[in-house]
């Protein structure tokens, strides 16, 4: 993975905010001409910054279970706990009730993020402004990070939680405990995965925001077989797929420590992601077969700090497939650039 200190700390910024649209929103505009030491900072910024706008709208509330004993019979009554704690003889029963509450698995994992992020790597600036907000939270429970349940169901009531959750996971994720005291220590942030997972949805959403012209997608492709069932084939489930009257281009983005393999001491391009794509590229013709479309496929990765990027273009029967790198250590408006140099590459005289 390339360590996230030789990516433009901004550039994260705008990876995010094409992957999460509300952050083009004119209440994130400062971010843009503020600079950050680090990652924590960064994510420290976005959240006070949506949290206080989540807070003039209302923090969400949901239905929350409360068990108390006590001497007015409400909700439920809990045999089984009041014998064990034989609270019959004061005249109490252990009750269960449900209550609307701001005290919501939702709120709980916002303060707790900025509960973590308080004690990370980040200005007394951003500390005291984290703390200020922290006193809207006196209602909420702290939970324990480490066992958060990410997989969270948004809705209509609460989906302005959705990018402020997905940046708490990136904060969580990057920020570990240290085992003697307990304060939290930054390492190495983004892991394999979350990078992975960010780079394709900012290069997909890129081209949707950018080139409306284009239909771009990340449909699955349908294995073209001629005999037995499919549902025991893997998913051909792409990453950004490109598309303009006759011309497709299907684009798998890869986030890598290493973009080539080595082979008795010469790089080669990894066979597997080759096989990918080729593969994609194929059934995708064979199922378009008869229509005049020119399918194309590309492995887009992101630069490594390896001396050697691929950057090789090749046609493979009958179809052009190419390697590429882009960088994403330097300023915006080259990667801007070098995205729209694709489009114009594979779909000039088109547009």
Partial sequence: MIASETIYIKNIYYMLSYAFSVLKDK???????????????????????????????????????????????????NITESINEQSFIKGQLNCSYDEFSVNCYLNRILKSTMNLLIKSDISHAR????????????????IDVSKI??????????????????????????LIHTEKSGEVKLM??????QMSRLYEKFVLNYYKKEHPELLAHSPQIRW???????????????????????????????????????????NIHNTSNLYQIFTYVKN????????DIEVSG??????????????????????????????????????????????????????
Avoid at 60 to 76: L, P
Avoid at 149 to 174: E, H, P, T
């Fill in 27 to 77: 209440s994130y505009r400062k971010i843009e001409t503020e600079s950050f030491e680090n990652i924590s900072e960064l994510l420290s910024e976005i959240l006070a910054i949506g949290v206080a706008k989540q807070i003039k709208q209302g923090l969400v509330k949901d239905y929350i279970e409360i068990s108390e004993t006590t001497s007015s019979i409400r909700g439920k009554i």
């Fill in 127 to 142: 500390k005291k402004k984290l703390k200020s907000i922290l006193m809207y939270f006196s209602e909420v429970d702290l």
């Fill in 149 to 174: 349940n990410w997989k969270i169901r948004f809705d209509r009531n609460n989906q302005s939680y959705k990018m402020l959750i997905n940046i708490c996971y990136l904060a969580v994720k990057g």
């Fill in 188 to 193: 190495e942030f983004f892991d394999d995965q």
């Fill in 224 to 266: 073209q077989i001629d005999e037995g069932a499919d549902f025991l084939l893997p998913k051909m489930q792409t990453d950004v797929t490109l598309e303009y009257e006759n011309r497709i281009l299907i684009i798998d983005t890869k986030f890598y420590k290493s973009n080539l393999s080595e082979n008795y001491g010469k």
């Fill in 284 to 291: 995708k013709e064979v199922e378009l077969q008869g229509n």
């Fill in 298 to 351: 590309m492995l887009l990765y992101a630069m490594s700090n390896e001396r050697i990027q691929p950057d090789s273009d090749y046609v493979m029967s009958g179809n052009k497939i190419s390697v590429k790198t882009l960088d994403l250590n330097q300023d915006f408006e080259m990667i801007k650039t070098q995205l729209d140099g694709i489009v114009n590459e594979y779909f000039k005289g088109r547009i």
